[in-house]
């Protein structure tokens, strides 16, 4: 069956599907073309057995950059692939669109963009968490404020380093090794021994906590990764409550006596 078929297919069965809300990332559309990134979606519709996506997002829009650090030199070309998230839109794949990664810069360039056709920009994805306040400081959370756009945090509780699942004497594996060591783990024991006792008088874990204090920063909507339903069921009990002002602004200070965790610099291309 062709793409054009399938196509075709979708929309005719468009009012008998179930809606299936997820986010879909078209990662490393800096190398298609603009139809390829409605392209890339069909398949996803077309074995989910459903017609439309709820949130559809454009991943690392600096690829083509990249090139200032491993040498790859592929052209940057982010025009066609907004295009894309435009198309999809119009052709009712998905209920809208937004990106990953996007520094101030991009992201009121992918703002404009979208804004020529009638297509608001829905969110913006980036690290974000009490101990990386990267998009604080760069202007994109001032920016997603401004312009009325999400910002989707992911790493929220910066990968178990806030929920005491990393300690000094137990240390991540791997490549986060090189980020959580002991040394920075030990000097998070201040920070995490509040968010201990925040959690106690609301009867809440140490996740509940660092996610409600994302809450908190307003237009924020953190994404801890989630393997199974029942830590689904984990992370909702961050929901209908809410740390005061007292508590919000304490966390910070003592979050900013820490030196912050160094992310992937993607916000700074």
């Known amino acids: 069956m ?9 929309l005719k069965t468009k009012e008998s599907s179930f809606e299936f809300s997820v986010t879909k990332k078209i990662k490393r559309t800096s190398l298609i073309p603009r139809e ?7 398949p996803h519709l077309w074995s989910s057995k459903t017609s439309e996506t709820s949130l559809l997002e ?13 040498r790859y030199g592929i052209p940057y070309r982010t025009t066609p692939n907004l295009d894309g998230l435009g198309d999809a839109i119009e052709l009712g794949l998905v209920k809208a669109v937004g990106v990953s990664n996007y520094s101030e810069k991009r992201l009121r360039e992918a703002h404009a963009k979208l804004k020529k056709r009638g297509i608001p920009l829905a969110s913006n994805q980036v690290n974000y968490s009490p101990i990386y306040r990267a998009p604080e ?19 929220p509780i910066a990968q178990g380093a806030l929920t005491r699942k990393c300690t000094p004497e137990n240390p991540p594996t791997g490549p986060r090794r090189q980020i959580y060591t002991p040394e920075f783990l030990s ?10 006792e925040l959690g106690e008088k609301y009867s809440k874990t ?6 409600n204090w994302l809450i908190a920063q307003d237009n924020v909507v953190p994404i801890p990764g989630a393997k199974n339903a029942e830590q689904a069921a984990e992370f909702a009990g961050a929901l209908r409550w809410r740390l005061n002002s007292e508590e919000v602004s304490e966390l ?9 965790v160094t992310g992937f610099p993607v916000e700074k291309l």
Not at 252 to 260: Q, Y
């Open 137 to 155: 400081e760069n202007g994109v959370k001032s920016t997603c404020d401004e312009l009325g756009i999400t910002l989707i945090a992911y790493s």
């Open 187 to 196: 000097k998070l024991q201040s920070l995490l021994n509040r968010i201990k």
């Open 2 to 10: 062709t793409l054009r078929d399938r196509l075709s297919q979708i």
């Open 36 to 42: 390829s990134v409605v392209g890339a979606l069909l």
């Open 252 to 260: 910070r200070n003592l979050a900013t006596e820490i030196k912050p």
């Open 206 to 211: 140490n996740t509940h906590v660092v996610l």
């Open 58 to 70: 454009k991943y690392f829009p600096t690829f083509g950059n990249l090139n200032k650090f491993f």
